[in-house]
């Protein structure tokens, strides 16, 4: 059995540990990643072939920190580094079989078709809503806050394509804590926007609806391959954890009295040890519920209760003289209203160079997540046959596809449904209860790439402040 030496051991490989072993590495700390795959990025996964370029998991993302150039300048990704086409602002919603712009402003809002004119003349009313009484939903507070339409048509597709969520499920002021708090420090939405400008404008973060979306030449994937080459040999891959505790006997703390722990994980067969400051969880809820378990009961418990709806990409590919729908913006979303079997498509060859050969329009439509979980569990063709049907009927498609790839995840995306909040406070605990222990995934501080990151550089810096300082608390 082989034992290894480090402060920090980060349990998983995707964009939230190596963040987090990254800035970590950068202050000079010993940190050690293990990542059950053969190879890192978790679900940010890129595939060439036949000269498409498909995403397996995020296609994109949005540049709302900072940060995100002092990675990419570090990692020498200047050259990889594009933003996505102009039109990528113009996004669809289908109503009623077809497909209208999103409006972006006051001018194309009060005279888009996609909402009635007694929803326009409802939102004059928003201004004088009072503010909840009880933790709400998404659904509720903005039917109480905007009305009824406006949800149907733009916040339930909204939620079906960050997280493949249903409206009425998920917590307002866990999943969207920006738009819970206009409400609590301003009094409403409108006044809150117009009020919060000039803080918003002295932030070096950037609010999720005015960031640029990004990608790389390359896909995705170049993002966790670039950490790991600055990683090194800090990074083992094909390691499976198999157990945490805290070290027993005369180890239980270091030189300073702070907490050891164990790690244990299997490669190539063999069992090794690592023996650790801190140990920081960056997997999904599930794995470490597994791991957690032996140890804290009730934060296993927890950790088991998040749910992860099942969501299935199709990637498909067609020739650019068969497609007669619109395909000039980022992509559509379809309402829970339009009973359809699809949750939306990405123009994946609008929105980014190198995703299809120039003669070939891609897409990737998603099925599944929390509206529709079982159709992820159809067969293959079947799966397939449903996403093109209403593909091919929304964008008009004549021809058929000439490139197909398919992804299914069975466990997705984290939704922050109703009392997310309390499970949040509840791993906060745990966490002081085992000081040098630390969560930092998907499922705590937000579900997007930007917010992984950021909550990476903070779970690092709190990791530092202990290392360096025997007296100080994690909080």
């Known amino acids: 059995m082989m034992n290894r030496q480090t402060d920090v051991v980060v349990i998983g490989g995707g964009v939230s540990g190596l963040c987090v072993a990254y800035w970590l590495h950068k202050q000079g700390i010993n940190v050690t990643v293990l990542e059950k795959d053969w190879e890192v990025g978790g679900t940010m996964k890129t595939v060439h072939e036949d000269g498409f370029l498909v995403e397996t998991g995020p296609n994109s993302a949005l540049e709302t ?25 113009n996004r669809y919603i289908l109503k009623n079989g077809t497909l209208l712009r999103l409006p972006l402003g006051p001018g194309s809002f009060l005279t888009t078709d996609l909402f009635s004119t007694k929803a326009k003349l409802r939102l004059l009313k928003e201004p004088f809503v009072g503010r909840g009484k009880k933790e709400e939903s998404i659904a509720e507070f903005v039917e109480r806050r905007l009305g009824r339409e406006f949800l149907e048509y733009a916040i339930d597709p909204f939620v079906a394509g960050i997280f493949a969520g249903r409206p009425e ?13 206009l409400e609590e420090k301003y009094g409403g939405l409108i006044k809150g926007m117009i009020m919060g400008s000039k803080e918003r404008k002295a932030s070096s973060e950037k609010a999720k609806d005015r960031a640029e979306t990004f990608s ?64 920081v969880f960056s997997v999904p809820a599930a794995a470490a519920t597994m791991l957690l378990r032996p140890i804290s009961p009730s934060t296993a418990n927890v950790l088991a209760s998040i749910y992860y709806p099942p969501v299935a990409s199709i990637f498909a590919a067609f020739r650019r003289s068969d497609v007669g729908g619109p395909i000039d913006g980022f992509g559509f979303l379809v309402p829970s209203r339009e009973q359809r079997q699809i949750l939306g498509s990405l123009w994946s060859s609008s929105l980014f160079p190198g995703r299809a050969p120039d003669d070939m329009v891609a897409f990737t439509t998603f099925v599944g997540g929390g509206r529709q979980p079982d159709l992820v569990n159809r067969d293959e063709k079947e799966l397939c046959d449903l996403a093109l049907t209403e593909l091919k009927n929304i964008m008009q498609i004549t021809g058929n596809n000439v490139y197909l790839r398919v992804t299914r995840w069975q466990k997705a995306i984290p939704q922050y449904e109703l009392g997310h909040l309390a499970n949040v406070e509840a791993l906060e605990r745990c966490e002081q209860r085992f000081p040098g222990l630390y969560f930092c995934s998907n499922f705590k501080g937000g579900i997007s790439v930007g917010d992984c990151v950021k909550s990476s550089r903070d779970t690092a810096h709190r990791i530092a402040s202990s290392l360096n300082d025997p007296n100080h608390q994690s909080t």
């Open 216 to 279: 790389f030449k390359n896909g995705m994937q170049v993002l966790p391959a670039a950490l790991a080459r600055r990683l090194g040999t800090r990074i083992i891959t094909g390691a499976t954890v198999t157990s945490f505790a805290p070290t027993q006997g005369a180890h239980t703390t270091d030189e300073a009295g702070r907490s050891r722990y164990t790690v244990s994980y299997v490669r190539d067969g063999s069992e090794e040890t690592a023996l650790a400051r801190s140990v």
């Open 169 to 181: 499920a998920l917590s307002v002021r866990a999943a969207f804590p920006r738009l819970y708090a």
């Open 65 to 89: 920190t900072p940060l995100f150039k002092e990675i990419i300048t570090d990692c020498a990704l200047q050259d990889e580094f594009i933003y996505a086409n102009p039109t990528s602002n």
